[in-house]
């Protein structure tokens, strides 16, 4: 395991000499290979050193082989971005044993100053982050970070009395400049999202790095193509918390826990942190005490709490001690408090507990990291299996009293439950719901990744690559319901994601071999497959898109197309998990096949695509009796 110590100020509480032990302290010289056992559940951050000799990277001789380059500048871009925020901590290491575990400080001082919490924010490393701060954060002027932010609105922070130091207001401001007037003259802190193109390019690339979401992502307000649009895994959000003079009192909240995975970049100023572990692990709501509070906040928060603490067991004696208030009862082991200068990376995983302080005003990034839940993935999936299953599930519930009873006919439905539910999950339901296709990340961003040179990035926006424009559509609902497109409207909502099903080449690692003799091919019940003429037929020709058009190829073939859907049924909007457009010239009369519904048989193996984007799966069926 790593090196244990004491943190920071020392700053434990814990009786125990054991627990102040078992602290992480570790210096970039130091950092080894450790068990693959879980990370100790007392204290609850891990810090990681990485000491620099002025103005420049360590100069210190080692026998230890250099598996990571020191950086000097966090380049969003990068596709290594994770791995230089880390640094001397690897990626593996963060992620087989700390990650939705611990959190991690990664600690970089200069070592005139090294070890100490005292001095100011030019103890830190400055340059680390200068990239970041120059290029996309217009140099930390607060007037163009607000005019330029991703959020709708400007947010404001205020104290609800003058003897209230824990509790919030926000409030949101329209304007920018109002916003900026009131920070600078009232000194209060601001909080609003980055520039659109620094938070796709971080929370893209660190979905991509941690696996959250499968890697996928889909940004908020933009027109790009992706493989679930609306119903993409990953997603995310960049905070910008910008400090006022500490004369007012600072930026203080009081405890708090969020329901993200949070990695935080300190750009300038002094934070202090205090953490301690929660009790609710993988969170479904944060819960924010540190706000003015209302009912409706406090009851959503706390019955959704509860409801985690139950651990499955259904028992209200295990969860109904969890209060909203910071205490023992929601809290795990001791707390312990760390200090974030410049170029500090820190990381601290949904559900633990935290306040902090302003040290030295000065402004921090915030990368926010959430995604959909098995439990979401699943029902969605199943929702979709029974509507198609049987008419009687896609009813309206209706009760009558006296006539009509709604439980009795949903028992009646129930009955027959289990026998559809074990059915999907013995016949590949986990491969179903997971095609390979969402659990690794887009291939064109896999293949921009291949082509990046780190030191030939300043033009490079990861976005543009991973996916294609969409054109904007508006269109006008006629009184008869009928839909009418305006005179500067040249597409339908029709684009997407094309693969050439003849050309077609997975990524790195992946296979769609036959595992075994006795495997059988399954098709997803979750998949639909239509020809793309089908469609086009039934749109006026000038409104159709380039997907929709057959195109003329070499040697007078003509390419066909095909849409696939996966997991569509299960939200109101229909929207699906993975829709992409397939096209093929050699295998149209097998995909023609596969659209009626036939051609299922072992004896032709499907095109490598379809089993990548959910169409089929292999089923082993021998493994299935040896379980039996």
Not at 142 to 153: D, H, K, M, P, Y
Not at 262 to 274: A, D, P, R, V, Y
Not at 469 to 476: L, R, Y
Not at 485 to 493: I, R
């Amino acid at each position: 395991m790593y090196k244990r110590a004491i943190t920071d100020t020392g700053n434990v509480s814990a009786n125990s000499a054991k627990q102040l032990r078992r602290n992480g302290n570790v210096d970039s010289s130091d950092v080894m290979a450790s068990s693959s056992e879980p990370s100790s559940p007392i204290t609850p951050v891990v810090i990681i050193k990485d000491y620099r000799e002025e103005g420049g990277l360590t100069k210190k001789k080692s026998s230890k082989p250099q598996q990571q380059q020191q950086p000097t500048v966090l380049r969003p871009e990068s596709n290594n971005l994770l791995d230089d925020m880390l640094y001397p901590l690897s990626r593996d290491d963060f992620l087989h044993k700390h990650f939705r575990k611990d959190a991690v400080h990664i600690q970089r001082r200069h070592r005139h100053n090294k070890g100490k919490a005292t001095g100011n924010a030019s103890s830190g490393d400055l340059d680390l982050v200068s990239y970041i701060c120059e290029k996309y954060l217009y140099d930390l002027d607060v007037r163009q970070i607000f005019a330029e932010t991703s959020s709708e609105n400007v947010f404001l922070w205020l104290r609800s009395g003058a003897e209230d130091t824990h509790h919030l207001n926000s409030v949101e401001i329209s304007d920018p400049e109002t916003a900026y007037a009131l920070h600078i003259s009232g000194s209060h802190p601001g909080y609003c999202r980055a520039p659109p193109q620094l938070e796709q390019l971080l929370v893209g690339s660190l979905l991509r790095a941690t696996g959250l979401g499968g890697g996928h992502y889909h940004p908020p307000h933009s027109d790009v193509v992706t493989l679930g649009g609306g119903t993409t895994l990953g997603r995310g959000e960049v905070e910008l918390f910008i400090g006022a003079k500490a004369g007012k009192g600072g930026h203080n909240t009081g405890w708090h826990t969020d329901f993200q995975e949070n990695f935080t970049i300190q750009l300038s100023g002094l934070k202090q942190w205090t953490l301690r572990r929660g009790r609710v692990r993988h969170p479904m709501r944060g819960t924010t005490p540190h706000y003015c509070r209302e009912a409706s906040v406090v009851e959503n928060q706390l019955k959704i709490a509860r409801l985690s603490c139950m651990g499955g067991n259904g028992s209200l004696e295990n969860s109904g001690s969890y209060g909203f208030e910071y205490n023992d009862n929601n809290t795990d082991g001791p707390e312990q408090t760390i200090t974030l200068y410049p170029g500090d990376c820190f990381y601290f995983p949904s559900g633990m507990w935290h306040c902090v302080k302003t040290i030295e005003p000065g402004v921090s990034l915030n990368v926010s990291l959430m995604g959909t839940s098995y439990a979401s993935l699943v029902s969605e999936a199943l929702q979709h299996v029974l509507v198609g299953k049987d008419q009687r599930w896609r009813e309206i519930v209706t009760s009558r009293p006296g006539d009509m009873d709604g439980s009795k006919r949903l028992q009646e439905l129930m009955g027959g439950l289990s026998k559809i539910v074990d059915e999907f999950v013995s016949n590949g339901g986990a491969a179903h719901c997971l095609p390979p296709a969402l659990c690794y990340p887009t291939l064109s961003a896999i293949n921009a990744e291949k082509d990046l040179d780190r030191e030939e990035v300043d033009e490079y926006d990861m976005l543009e690559e991973e996916t294609e424009s969409k054109d904007n559509v508006s269109a006008e609902i006629n009184g008869d319901g009928s839909l009418s497109l305006m005179e500067d409207d040249v597409d339908m909502p029709l684009s997407g994601i094309i693969v050439n099903v003849d050309q077609f080449e997975g990524p790195s690692g992946w296979v769609c071999d036959k595992p075994s003799k006795t495997s059988k091919l399954i098709r997803n019940p979750l998949a639909s497959l239509i020809a793309m003429s089908d469609v086009a037929s039934c749109v006026p020709s000038r409104v159709n898109t380039s997907e929709s058009d057959d195109n003329s190829v070499e040697g007078g073939e003509t390419a066909k197309k095909y849409i696939l859907n996966v997991n569509f049924a299960g939200n109101e909007m229909c929207e699906s998990h993975i829709r992409v457009v397939l096209e093929t010239t050699e295998s149209v009369e097998l995909m023609d096949s596969y659209e009626k519904g036939d051609g299922c048989n072992d004896t032709v193996v499907p095109p490598d695509c379809l089993f990548y984007y959910g169409l089929f799966s292999w089923k082993d069926s021998a493994r299935d009796v040896a379980m039996e």
